[in-house]
């Protein structure tokens, strides 16, 4: 079995050395769309006023869940344009990079609605932590995704990480109001930054085609 893991491991090396340029392509209207989705759902959730923190969870789960059913479909797409398998050894190992530190946000966010403090108490202080929870555990994602991937990606991935970990130093119970904050927070990284990225690719993908 180890013979064959470490012929496996070195032949996605090689294919992901030989096809950066296809999987940086796919890369950028990955980025777009997921930057699209996440300034829409800010707005509805502002529009919506979805205030509790039970409420704001469920909404943002759902809109993940969007974002990633998107992405899937844009990589169906490249993988049949250029005649590859979907699940090949590539994806299985982004994927399998970027599930740990996903199911552990998904985890500790569940665990920390059911052990909130008193509505009165609590309200505030859950919606603010879990913006900033989900924005570190993603960033952590990306930067483990990113050894398999375009090296900006563990780039991007330190920008969330330490976005987050300032967003946590940040916290204060004079914002106000706090669903406006939270929302605000969501739409600026999973919709601004996923936006900024996939253009910055779209950019650099046009100037290496017209050299």
Not at 76 to 82: I, N, V
Not at 94 to 109: E, H, Y
Not at 119 to 142: K, Q, S
């Amino acid at each position: 079995m180890e013979p064959n893991w470490a012929a496996e491991h070195l032949q996605v090396i090689r294919t992901l050395m030989e096809r950066t340029a296809v999987y940086r392509r796919a890369l950028a209207p990955i980025m777009a769309l997921t930057g699209v989705i996440g300034i829409a759902a800010a707005l509805g959730g502002l529009l919506a006023r979805i205030d509790s923190p039970k409420g704001f969870a469920i909404y943002w789960l759902l809109v993940s869940l969007a974002a990633v059913l998107g992405a899937l479909l844009l990589v169906r797409r490249e993988a049949l344009r250029e005649r590859e398998p979907f699940w090949s050894p590539p994806t299985r190992r982004v994927t399998q990079a970027l599930l740990p530190a996903l199911s552990a946000g998904f985890i500790l966010s569940i665990i920390l609605l059911l052990q909130g403090a008193p509505e009165d108490v609590g309200r505030g202080l859950e919606i603010r932590r879990l913006p900033i929870l989900w924005i570190i555990f993603y960033g952590c994602a990306l930067h483990a995704a990113g050894f398999f991937m375009p090296r900006g990606m563990k780039m991007f991935g330190w920008a969330f990480v330490f976005g987050g970990c300032a967003l946590a130093l940040g916290i204060t119970e004079e914002l106000r109001p706090v669903y406006i904050y939270a929302h605000g927070i969501m739409g600026l990284f999973f919709g601004g930054f996923h936006l900024a990225y996939g253009s910055y690719l779209y950019l650099t993908e046009q100037r290496k085609n017209a050299a």
